[in-house]
Structure formats: structure tokens, C-alpha cells
């Protein structure tokens, strides 16, 4: 499933901006790092379950950038729900 950051029109990258698409109900997937340090997954984690948006493990961070196509690592990353045509 990592495939669909790569064709996904929209995403956002790094734990704080993944954190501000589950506060404002962007987000429609979320990938986190499992190399990445607890405390800084963990809110991540424990929003995601809140809002009920699928957490998807990536094994490491640097496959999480690569994904991205950033040349560093990545913590979190956010697949942001496209926006209804009502919107």
C-alpha cells in the first residue's frame, strides 16, 4: 500500500504537518516510520485511531522519503482526501 503515496495527488510530510491534516480532518491515510522514535510517532499514532484513519507502517524512514521522493527521512506522512466537488 506505500505505492499509493507515490500516485496520491496530495500529501504532507514530516509528523507536524501530518499532525495538523488529522486535527483539521484532511488526512484520508497515514504511513509513520516503525525505525522512527516513539515519542514522536506516538501522537500521530494516537489521533489517527482517534479519528479512525488507517495507520500504515513504512519499515524505515528513509524508505518513508524515498516514497515521498524528499532526500531524507520521513517520520509520518499524510495522504490528504481530495476535496468534494460540493466543497
Do not use: F, W
Request: contains cysteine; glycine residues 6%.
Amino acid at each position: 500500500m506505500p505505492h499509493r503515496i507515490e500516485t496520491a495527488k496530495q500529501i504532507v510530510v514530516g509528523t507536524k504537518q501530518t499532525l495538523k491534516a488529522l486535527q483539521n480532518g484532511t488526512a484520508s491515510l497515514v504511513y509513520v516510520a516503525e525505525d522512527a522514535e516513539e515519542r514522536v510517532v506516538s501522537p500521530v499514532k494516537r489521533l489517527g485511531a482517534e479519528k479512525g484513519i488507517p495507520i500504515v507502517p513504512v519499515a524505515t524512514m528513509a524508505e518513508l522519503g524515498r516514497l515521498c521522493r524528499i532526500d531524507v527521512g520521513a517520520a509520518a506522512v499524510a495522504i490528504i482526501a481530495p476535496k468534494s466537488a460540493s466543497a
